[in-house]
């Protein structure tokens, strides 16, 4: 039904925006909730921006009313002095809680490939437990599990290839042999937008047609921008640090030590079949003249909350 109302978090920001596009393609009204209500984007006033107001969940709850499906995204990447995973699960308990009672029929949530409780990476804990909450939530639901995305937003791949521009030599954490599988952001958007017209419960690996190793996706990276780099297998403390100092360099947090082991226990790669169409050697070649040419802030779009996403460096 088109009259139906759809809400997404963060349609200003990355696969939020890709969800939202989707939406109105298929002629819903969609609404969104952000942390930046002001934020460039190109929608064209067609979606009305709510704030997250977590600290007023009755607020929230009125927002919500008379919507159909609420497609969340929101999450937050690392543990930082301003932002915690454990504010994010407090946060999202809200919201589900908050949808429930708005009468919301549906929610498609993202989660990540291999949450789980019992994980020492709270980044993976935490979304065990937000997904245990909304199975129990009683509102219908789709979860979809995500390995890394990859789109002209995206920060990882982005930043390898910027790190690939600059530098003749190249660390990867340890041996570089642990997988990932990565999603084109437009097809996760597609799979979310169709999970959303369901009612059945469901968890989905949302993986990507191609597995590589971190090492390949480095040599990958660097022959599509025709650079010749070496390769170095480097002790993870020690390509920590080097992140660490370029991230002070950029202004950045450019990469944590539980995204690195998260990477090296191998948590962004499964044995599912792919759900997603999109290869990512494909999408390389046709974005080798701007991939990684600007380096993308994670705090920047924390920091900035007027400029678009791919405006902030
Ligand atoms: N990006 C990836 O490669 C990747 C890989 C696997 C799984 N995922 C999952 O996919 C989902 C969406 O990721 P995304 O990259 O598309 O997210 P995003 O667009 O950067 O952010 C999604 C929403 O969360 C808010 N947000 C993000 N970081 C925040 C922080 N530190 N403090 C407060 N609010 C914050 C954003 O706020 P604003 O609206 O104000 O911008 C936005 O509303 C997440 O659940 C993530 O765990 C992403």
Redesign the pocket.
């Known amino acids: 039904m088109n009259n139906e109302i759809h809400a997404v978090?963060?349609a200003?920001?990355?696969?939020?925006k890709y969800i939202a596009r989707r939406l109105l393609d298929r002629k819903k009204s969609v609404i969104t909730?952000?942390?930046?209500p002001n934020?460039e984007n190109e929608f064209n006033r067609a979606i009305k921006a709510f704030p997250y107001c977590f600290d007023d969940p009755k607020k929230l709850e009125e927002s919500l009313r008379g919507v159909t499906v609420l497609y969340n995204?929101?999450?937050?990447?690392f543990n930082?002095t301003t932002?915690r995973h454990s504010t994010a699960v407090d946060n999202l308990l809200i919201l589900i809680a908050a949808a429930k009672a708005a009468g919301v029929r549906r929610i498609v949530h993202?989660?990540?490939t291999n949450p789980s409780r019992e994980s020492h990476l709270e980044y993976f804990s935490g979304?065990a437990l937000v997904e245990e909450a909304l199975i129990n939530s009683g509102v219908s639901y789709c979860i979809l599990r995500?390995?890394?995305?990859f789109g002209k937003e995206?920060?990882?791949i982005n930043n390898i290839a910027w790190a690939v521009r600059k530098f003749p030599v190249i660390g990867v954490f340890g041996d570089g042999a642990y997988k990932l599988q990565p999603i084109f952001?437009d097809d996760l958007a597609e799979i979310a937008v169709n999970k959303g017209e369901e009612r059945t419960n469901e968890i989905l690996d949302a993986i990507g047609p191609e597995t590589y190793t971190y090492r390949c996706l480095v040599r990958r990276i660097s022959r599509v921008l025709g650079l010749k780099r070496l390769i170095v297998a480097t002790p993870p403390v020690i390509a920590y640090m080097v992140g660490m100092i370029t991230g002070w360099l950029v202004g950045d947090i450019m990469v944590t030590r539980e995204e690195i082991e998260g990477l090296m226990e191998n948590l962004l790669y499964t044995k599912s079949a792919p759900l997603a169409k999109t290869k990512l050697s494909h999408w390389l070649r046709e974005n080798k003249n701007v991939l990684g040419k600007k380096y993308a802030s994670e705090l920047g779009?924390?920091k900035d909350?007027v400029s678009s996403?791919e405006n902030i460096v």
């Open positions: 978090t963060g200003f920001g990355y696969s939020g909730f952000t942390n930046s934020r995204t929101y999450w937050v990447r930082h932002f993202i989660s990540i979304k995500p390995t890394v995305l995206d920060i990882l952001v779009r924390r909350l996403y």
